[in-house]
């Protein structure tokens, strides 16, 4: 079987540098909080241009630290759009918040800006107070922060972005991490930047947001460094020292590595576009194509997995079930009766191995199996 994601290839490629890395830290020692977390820290920010880096254990904790920060509780409403990874709202359902599901574009896949402006109505009329907007950049396309900014700015709305997925990308000449008061992302090993295990990171450009940051992360530590003086309520949600040092070394190679996954994504989107809908990026966007998405017909979906699959051709679907249906998030209010784009998505989406190591054979190998499938099943 071909791999979705080949982590194996990266690996080979910086060996010897994450070895050298490694071996660092067991010579000096502080596996918590030794230098190059704060060295990661300062290279992201020169990297994405945003003022402030902290980062956290993954990246789900590093969206439940902002909202913590901003003190979400209950009777707050907090707008997410249903077609993304369960993450995103879990961190609300945590705060004991009320999240109201907002639909999607066809296109995009982004925050859908006329839903969340029904969201925002509906939270009123169910008495909630609307508090913040998660937009997530699914795939690796940033959403449009432009319309949500505006919508967030008339309703009093925060805005922070989930960009777990598009990590490295540009919205209007923009980098991700200057989109939005804060921004989240994860270095889980599948993402576009991963580490060897879990870890994550908030951007932002608020001071005193940071400052707040970086109390919680440690239990809610004071301000000085006094660890056993505890002014707010935090958690343990520091990234490790290892992680760290194994994150400076994949960095260097991660501009390069957006360049290599832009041209597969091409080479896909030239190889299949008159068999599928081929993903849709905006002309204004660059995305950092953490996963390749195609639409296909829902009645033949299955069959094409499996004839892929047939051939050793791995394909997956993300997501095949919008939040607003899961047992766990069902009972939450959506920002309309249905969510029918979110609904069509989950029913009609695919995606093919995509990692920056893919090799040209074997990427014309998996898009003339997709055709000689889509073309037997007819
Ligand atoms: C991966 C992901 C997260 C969570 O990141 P973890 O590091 O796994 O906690 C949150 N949101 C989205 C959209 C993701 O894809």
Redesign the pocket.
Known sequence: MIPFIDLAAQQKRIRPQIEAAMLRVLDHGGYIMGPEVQALEDQLSAFCGAPHTLSCA??????ALILMAKQVGPGDAVFVPSF?????AEVVAWMGATVVFIDVLPDTFNMDPASLEAGVQKAKKLGLRPSGVIP???FGQPADYDAIASLAQAHGLWVMA?A??SFGGTYKGRKVGTLAEST?????P??PLGCYG???AVFTESNDLFEVLKSLRVHGQCADGDKYKNIRIGMNGRLDTLQAAILIEKLEIFPGEIIMRQSIADRYTKGLQDVATVPFVRKDCQSTW?IYTLKVDPLKRVAIMEGLKEKGVPSVIYYPLPLHRQEAYCAYPCATDSLPVSEALSQTVLSLPMHPYLEPETQDFIIQTFRDVVKQIG
């Open positions: 993954n990246g789900t904790d590093a969206l993304t990874f369960a993450a995103t997530v950049d699914l989930d777990a997925q989240t992302t994860s270095f889980f599948a993402k879990d870890g994550g953490a």
